[in-house]
């Protein structure tokens, strides 16, 4: 495969036009098998990139380096480790079109998304950069005079991140700042849909920014070959902590996995969020909120809303509001600024969605907009009168799709948005912003909004899950993620234990 000599560089005819390799130990590598894979462009449908498809041996190779480097980098000053990140948000800046242009190419989001997410990872490094400083620790009391006695928290080890496609540069970036800033070394495995943007990008602007060597790594791989990848973290005693995101299906076998092997885990998964809109809402704002909560990079965000809980008596305007707004949506080629629906990641993807509203309409539903493709294009679609035992209506589907569904009051709307087991983000739009908060206390998820989208995303704030939708948090809290408390006294004097 050809090499890809400097971060910059591309070469400008063949496709695909760029091609990458591995990043272990500080140095880019072809993988131990010298295999490849190809990566779609999923609008175009064409290579967009070629690269290192690792393996068990590379994994390993990765986790052996993350180890060797833990020590130092648990031990570097905070200043140095502070510079590093502000480092890191500066190359973030100066390459943001260039990663804006992969991200719209490998993920299909549009350019408004990927400029928000360049903004999103740059804040979250300044932050980070902060965190560094945190307290690591308090003093506690001791029945023992002159017994100084203390908790403090401890990096982990090495945390194996194994990253989803969805998020764009989001989610990847954050899987590395938030075990970085608590002091460990991070071996990334990025998803085999976008392993350019998921992984790769990372580590070519941490390498830039000057972290050292083995602090992170990243090691893609080929479709479905996650697994040999997986039984490399599994099976090293280096690695302490299995950092997933991504679906409940894959995150639950690597929850029990984990468990079997005394691993610590943390687990962000899907959802299946409500937005609740109350009898006294603004109709016009209501149905914006919905339309872009749900539409947004073709509903393939785990926090995009799902289904709406409509109040009866609003329900009408609501929705003719709604299908209206949906129409106006940017539809189509991502590449294009004006796009706000770009293409699905895959035709698996698609498939999914359009079996599942055939599903609810055979049912009895009604597809009051959208429904149709063109290529991996799905136009947004509002759906109404589907069973709520379809699967349309209980199960997270990446796709621009809504249901909505009237109910009669406040305590109907609650029943329902808290039946699913998940519980990632929800949100409620009221008039009386009071009456939206006291419902908003009711509802079970990790986040809920009043009156703004499930979407909202500042990356200092606990984002994560409660039951189902796993747990873990970004912000300051996620340091307790990946870090161990541990006792530690001083005696004043000698003191016997009896
Ligand atoms: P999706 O189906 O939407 O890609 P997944 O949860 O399967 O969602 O993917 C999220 C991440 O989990 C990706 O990096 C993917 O490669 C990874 N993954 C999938 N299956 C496994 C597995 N058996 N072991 C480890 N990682 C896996």
């Known amino acids: 495969m050809a090499t890809r000599p400097s971060p910059t560089d591309s070469a400008p005819a063949a496709a695909p036009a760029r091609s990458y390799r591995l990043f272990v130990d500080g140095r880019w590598s072809d993988a131990a098998d010298g295999r490849t894979f190809q990566v779609l462009d999923p609008y175009t449908r064409e290579p967009y990139a070629e690269v290192a498809a690792g393996g068990r041996q590379d994994a390993e190779r990765a986790i052996a380096a993350a180890a060797a480097a833990f020590e130092e980098w648990a031990a570097l000053a905070p200043a140095a480790k502070r ?31 990927a400029g928000h997410m360049q903004d999103a990872v740059q804040t979250n490094l300044h932050h980070a950069a902060s965190w560094v400083y945190e307290p690591r620790g308090e003093v506690l009391g001791s029945d023992y005079p002159g017994t100084f006695s203390t908790a403090v928290r401890r990096p982990l080890g090495v945390v194996a991140s194994i990253t989803p496609w969805n998020g764009g540069s989001v989610l990847p970036w954050r899987s590395v700042i938030s075990p970085l800033a608590a002091g460990n070394t991070v071996v990334v495995k990025p998803s085999e849909e976008s392993p350019v943007t998921a ?3 990372v580590a070519e602007a941490l390498e830039e920014a000057g972290f050292p060597a083995g602090v992170v790594n990243v090691v893609p791989h080929a479709p479905g070959e996650a697994g040999p990848i ?98 106006t949506l940017g539809v189509g080629d991502p590449h294009d600024p004006a796009t706000i629906v770009g293409p699905l990641i895959n035709e698996r993807a698609l498939a999914v969605a359009q079996e599942r509203i055939a599903e609810a309409v055979q049912r009895g539903a009604r597809v009051l907009a959208g429904g149709g493709a063109e290529g991996l294009v799905m136009e947004p679609t509002v759906l109404v009168d589907v069973p709520d035992d379809a699967t349309v209506a209980r199960e997270e589907t990446f796709a621009p799709l809504l249901v909505v569904r009237a109910v009669e009051d406040d305590e109907e709307a609650l029943a329902i948005a808290n039946e699913p087991l998940y519980g990632l983000t929800a949100a409620v739009v009221a008039g009386d912003r009071y009456r939206g908060f006291e419902v908003a206390q009711r509802l079970r998820a990790g986040s809920v909004h009043v009156n703004t989208s499930t979407l909202n995303d500042e990356l200092h704030a606990p984002i994560g899950g409660v039951r189902d939708s796993g747990w873990g948090r970004s912000g300051p809290q996620s340091i307790d993620d990946f870090s161990d408390v541990v006792w530690l006294t001083v005696e004043g004097g000698r003191r016997p234990i009896w």
């Open 230 to 327: 997986a039984d490399a973290f599994y099976e090293s005693d280096d690695v302490r902590c299995i950092n997933f995101i991504g679906s409940v299906a894959t995150g639950r076998m690597l929850a029990e996995r984990a468990g079997r092997t005394l691993k610590r885990s943390v687990m962000e998964l899907g959802g299946f969020n409500p937005l609740l809109v109350l009898d006294d809402a603004d109709v016009d704002y209501a149905a914006v909120v919905a339309s872009l909560s749900a539409f947004f990079h073709q509903g393939q965000i785990c926090l995009n809303v799902r289904k709406a809980l409509v109040a009866r008596a609003i329900y009408e305007p609501f929705v003719e509001k709604l299908v209206a707004h949906a129409r």
């Open 199 to 201: 992984g790769l990008l």
């Open 83 to 113: 510079k590093l990140f502000q480092r890191a948000a500066d190359v973030v800046e100066r390459r943001r079109t260039e990663t804006a242009e992969a991200l719209i190419a490998e993920t299909g989001c549009s350019a408004g998304f």
